[in-house]
């Protein structure tokens, strides 16, 4: 199973950027963590500050892998691009959310993509990753 994670603006910061809401790991040293976790999955990850190359790369393994969790930052309350994106894709997409954005600002509380996605997890911190494996096994 080929599982691709995308994640948009500022969580190239993780860990440094506002730990009180996002935590203090890095992307990264999750990223080993997911891995060991589920040795029989073949992740690939990506992270772009910049839609257009978010909108790439789901085109990019949009027909050909099994799933992607995405986090699109701040791009999930304001872009319709990245929505088209994602029901332009055979592959299912689940939205993923480190905080709990329903809890937080109201420009927060809408996603243009979540009518497109197979589903959403969001307010469990990082672990909100791993959940969203979990629902492209069951
Ligand atoms: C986020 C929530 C977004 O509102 C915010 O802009 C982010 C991170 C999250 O993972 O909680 O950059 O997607």
Redesign the pocket.
């Known amino acids: 199973m080929k599982i691709q994670i995308i994640n948009g603006?500022?969580?190239n910061l993780l860990g440094k950027r506002e730990p009180s809401v996002y935590g203090n790991t890095s992307f990264t040293d999750y990223f080993l963590v997911l891995k060991q976790r589920f040795p029989q999955i073949e992740f690939s990850y990506f992270q772009s500050n910049k839609e257009g190359e978010l909108i790439d790369k789901i085109q990019e393994v949009g027909f050909d892998f099994d799933g992607i969790i995405l986090?699109a930052?701040?791009y999930?309350?304001t872009s319709i691009a990245i929505a088209d994106a994602i029901a332009a894709v055979k592959t299912p997409v689940v939205e993923v959310?480190?905080?709990n954005?329903h809890k937080r600002e109201s420009f927060?509380h809408h996603s243009f993509l979540s009518t497109n996605c197979k589903g959403v997890i969001l307010g469990f911190g990082l672990d909100s990753y791993r959940l969203a494996v979990e629902s492209f096994l069951s």
């Open positions: 603006p500022n969580l986090n930052g701040a999930t309350h959310h480190i905080s954005v927060r």
